[in-house]
């Protein structure tokens, strides 16, 4: 039987109403007073020692998960409980949690999901959350219905991809769970990713929208530091991305940071586009069938 129904709902099944065992009953009491959104292997034995159960622990797991207490994660050795009453845990980043939970696996949120968390996108993005993996590391098999991997093509300090706790405080965010509580990429970070994978990202006209603030929040320094090891196309659209979003200068002085003497004539786009308002930008030997055109549409130019 199956325990979701869509991304990030994770249902009991058999539905709100469940049986409680005496053996489980503080089991059960403890977890609905924490209600924790990922439950491993490890709080289950410690709960049925601190209670004194006498039940084997995957005896214990396998009896909660049939009576629909427990309900899989996708990843080896967690789950999720379902508090009384309800029928099902709605979280689009339960399963990440739980591979966070138990591997610490480096990814970091990015794309639109970072861009909402940064205040940069008006509406939450939906489908899968999609993540920044570094190299080497294989996204579980359990996640790949809920989460989208973006790979950078070169290694940056992961110091670097994430926002810095000045920022953070400026924009009144937690520190600890400005993201819900998960890694997540800074501003720095989400230039880096659109200037080298335009089409990894979903909402432009909402992030258009916004570029002036993705713009005032991110550090020349820190992007270049990210950029290093990147394309010469990468350098050009990062540079491109802080002019169009009212820093010229700042532009200019990434570009001229970049480590290449000659340039290719670079377009930013998105797929193949339809629009027919191209313009090209000398300083940067860029071509802009994206940001400009956007611009103009929303009153932005």
Known sequence: MKSRSAIGHWKSPVGAERRVPGWAQGVVAALARDEPRVVTRTDVEALLNELGVERGIDEAIGELRRLGWLVHLGIAGTWTFIPPGQAEVVDPYLGLRAWHRIATPGFHLCGANAAWFLGYLD??????????LPTGVVLPKGLRASASTVRLPWSPDPSVLEPTQSLLLRRRLD????????PCIGPEALIAQVALRPASFGPWDDLITHLARLVEDSDNDRLAGLLEGASAAAWQRAAYLLHAGGSPSRGVALFDAAPFNRWPVTAFEVGTSTNDTTLWVPQYELIDRLVYPTQLLLGKA
């Open 123 to 132: 509406r939450a993005p939906d489908g899968k959350a999609q993540i920044l």
């Open 175 to 182: 520190l600890v769970r400005w993201a819900d509580g998960l």
